[in-house]
């Protein structure tokens, strides 16, 4: 069993930045990939941000690109989302998320149904 915590959140200004960070302990595997998702009130839980452990590869939803950076600490099993130039739609909680299984797909990735384990979330409130 994997068990993935979240760290980080906060409030903020439009235009400042947070760094997330979600720790991985029990049961992690070397090829999988490890996600990021959001949640506003009433909305639905949508993609952040992705990275594959062994690789590094990244991949954004559009929304972010070019403001959120995902990255990992493999010897810590830490993955971390630093966010800059924050939005007030940015407001969420967020979640990390554990895809145990070596997913290929790069739209599979950006699906909530893909990853196995998910943290509680940590709130990010970004006032204008």
């Known amino acids: 069993q994997v068990q993935l915590v979240e760290s980080g959140g906060g409030l903020v200004q439009a235009g400042g930045s947070l760094r997330l960070s979600c720790a991985a302990s029990g049961r992690t595997f070397s090829s999988n990939a490890m996600g990021w998702f959001r949640q506003a009130p009433g909305k639905e839980r949508e993609f952040v941000a992705a990275?594959?452990?062994?690789?590094?590869?990244?991949y954004y939803a559009d929304s972010v690109k070019g403001r959120f950076t995902i990255s990992r600490d493999n010897a810590k099993n830490t993955v971390y989302l630093q966010m800059n130039s924050l939005k007030p739609e940015d407001t969420a909680v967020y979640y990390c998320?554990?895809?145990?299984?070596?997913?290929?797909?790069?739209?599979?990735?950006?699906?909530?149904?893909?990853?196995?384990?998910w943290g509680q979330g940590t709130q990010v409130t970004v006032s204008s």
């Open positions: 990275i594959r452990w062994s690789g590094g590869n990244t």
């Open positions: 998320a554990l895809d145990s299984d070596w997913t290929i797909s790069t739209i599979l990735l950006r699906l909530r149904d893909t990853y196995d384990y």
